[in-house]
């Protein structure tokens, strides 16, 4: 809420222009004689002395009533200014891969889930205030991170969280695919959209991925799909026993991770959405940032402005003013002309 002033009829105030005036015709009225500019400081204080200030008291003490009363006659009013957007809000489910190969180390200086979470903290970030997202997590099964929400704190924390080989080894798809279609199927969001995330090729869980994307298209899902990484070989890293010693070490290992692009582009044009695929973190960033365009929420924006009137005050103190010169020329501390 904003707090603001303004005058409704600000013309008025032109007329504080007119008291200069005033005081100049009130001092000439009294005093017709010439004054010389140099002496004036030593004829006001013979003047003060004098107790000529309770002839001047009474008509000064007008003066400042007239001026407040031509404030309150522009009609000062504090204006309380807000505003409240309605929106139709985007639920978004992000679909994140976590499986070893997510750990290859093309997208240096980091790893390939490094990267994309980050890329999707970004993503988050930007989203409007009132759209609601959740992230699955999936390997060999899925599981839901995070349900849909607006509280963009906690997302960051669970997604932080969000570690490799949390789950069983593997790339389910087609189980991830109906996680998310699960929490968004009772939604009543105007657009329900899944963005899939994933390095690999659909080997593991019981839901086969072209099902599960009918699914979505049934549900009126539009599902984005990301094939992360490089062609060819990539080093992964991977944890081995150590022989001698029996203990677990990181060993990196050159492998060839597949993905499935045309398994990518047939579950994103069923539902109506786009295969995109990234071979570096940057293409990731622009990728993520290109759905961010592609899906955004209708806003608007009503201000509302109430206004109180403040010039009673004014007008009070300005009467007062005008009481003021009867009451002291009562007790004789002034002198009326």
Known sequence: M???????????????????????????????????????????????????????????????????????????????????????????????????????????????????????????????RGDRIGVVIFAGRAMTKAPLTTDRAMLRLLLDSVELNSLPDGTA????LAAAAARLKDSAAKSKVIVLVTDGVNNAGAIDPASAAAVCEGLGIKVYTVGVGTAGTVPVPVQVRDPISGRMRTQRMMMNVEVDEELLRSI??????????????????????????????????????????TFQPLAWAALALLIAPLLLATVGLTAEP
Do not use: C, N
Not at 173 to 176: K, S
């Open 173 to 176: 798809i087609g189980l991830a």
């Open 268 to 309: 994103a044009g069923r539902t109506g959405g786009r295969f995109f695929k990234a071979t570096d973190p940057e293409s990731l960033r622009q990728i993520f940032a290109e759905i961010d365009q592609l899906e955004r929420t209708p806003m608007e924006i009503k201000r509302y402005v109430r206004y109180q009137e």
């Open 2 to 128: 904003i707090r603001s002033t303004h005058f409704q009829d600000p013309w008025v105030l032109a007329f504080l222009a007119l008291l200069p005036l005033l005081v100049w015709w009130h001092h000439r009225r009294r005093e017709p004689g010439a004054l010389i500019y140099s002496s004036l400081p030593e004829r006001m204080r013979r003047a003060w002395s004098r107790g000529l200030w309770r002839v001047h008291l009474p008509f000064y003490l007008r003066l400042v009533a007239l001026a407040l009363l031509i404030v309150a006659a522009a009609r000062p009013q504090l204006g309380l200014t807000w505003e409240q957007d309605t929106t139709e809000g985007i639920d978004v489910q992000i679909a994140l891969d976590v499986s070893g190969s997510m750990a290859a180390e093309d997208f240096q200086p980091k790893d390939r889930l490094t990267v994309a979470k980050e890329v999707v903290q970004d993503f988050i970030a930007r989203r409007a």
